[in-house]
């Protein structure tokens, strides 16, 4: 049987954006809200999720991705602002918003659907939405839980929280563990 491998494309964060984005979950946490939370050092800019693969198609992946990252220079992002998907009245998702060359890191996330549908890789069915998942509400919330988590998030006050140029991308392995994911690059690639 072959071996399979969760995988996905992303974006990583420079550390000094990771203290801030740990500062607002800090905030919303002290009410004990329904939200299973990503560490802070698992916060990540999905450009594209392929699930369940196997593992020799890695390096397919890989090409076709090194491929799109020759056609890019390094642009900038902001982290900026926070919300809820799919909106504030029922919470599903606590996101970070995102500022800075947008065009250009949306012409990178097409770029690289469009490979991997070569590949074979069904493209998503959602609009891009660039954003950094901060938590994710618990299955067992109950409506008014939600409710009261959105009503934190409308609350709060997330300006600037950092800058940066994003200078590669990654294929990214994802082993689910009971402690929460371990994320094994497998792939990087300069812009």
Same mark, same amino acid.
């Given at each position: 049987?072959?071996?399979?491998?969760?995988?996905?494309?992303?974006?990583?964060?420079?550390?000094? %954006?990771?203290?801030?984005?740990?500062?607002?979950?800090?905030?919303?946490?002290?009410?004990?809200? +329904?939200? @299973?939370?990503?560490?802070?050092?698992?916060?990540?800019?999905?450009?594209?999720?392929?699930?369940?693969?196997?593992?020799?198609? =890695?390096?397919? =992946?890989?090409?076709?991705?090194?491929? =799109?990252?020759?056609?890019?220079? +390094?642009?900038?992002?902001?982290?900026?602002?926070?919300?809820?998907?799919?909106?504030?009245?029922?919470? @599903?998702?606590?996101?970070?918003?995102?500022?800075?060359?947008?065009?250009?890191?949306? @012409?990178?996330?097409?770029?690289?659907?469009?490979?991997?549908?070569?590949?074979?890789?069904?493209?998503?069915?959602?609009?891009?939405?660039?954003?950094?998942?901060?938590?994710?509400?618990?299955?067992?919330? @109950?409506?008014?839980?939600?409710?009261? %988590?959105?009503?934190?998030?409308?609350?709060?006050?997330?300006?600037?929280?950092?800058?940066?140029?994003?200078?590669?991308?990654?294929?990214?392995?994802?082993?689910?563990?009971?402690?929460?994911?371990?994320?094994? +690059?497998?792939?990087?690639?300069?812009?």
């Amino acid at each position: 049987m072959t071996e399979q491998i969760r995988t996905f494309i992303a974006v990583e964060l420079p550390s000094q %954006l990771r203290r801030p984005l740990a500062q607002i979950q800090e905030q919303l946490k002290r009410e004990r809200h +329904p939200v @299973r939370w990503v560490t802070p050092d698992k916060i990540h800019l999905t450009l594209k999720f392929l699930g369940e693969i196997a593992a020799e198609q =890695v390096a397919a =992946v890989g090409e076709s991705c090194a491929r =799109v990252a020759a056609h890019f220079q +390094p642009f900038q992002l902001e982290a900026i602002g926070v919300g809820c998907f799919p909106h504030i009245h029922r919470p @599903r998702n606590v996101w970070i918003g995102l500022q800075g060359d947008l065009e250009i890191l949306s @012409r990178l996330q097409t770029e690289v659907e469009a490979a991997l549908a070569e590949l074979g890789f069904p493209p998503e069915n959602r609009k891009f939405s660039p954003h950094l998942t901060l938590g994710r509400v618990r299955r067992q919330a @109950r409506p008014h839980e939600a409710r009261r %988590l959105g009503q934190a998030v409308a609350a709060l006050a997330a300006p600037s929280l950092g800058r940066w140029t994003v200078e590669h991308f990654i294929v990214m392995r994802s082993d689910l563990r009971p402690d929460g994911p371990v994320y094994t +690059p497998q792939h990087t690639f300069k812009l």
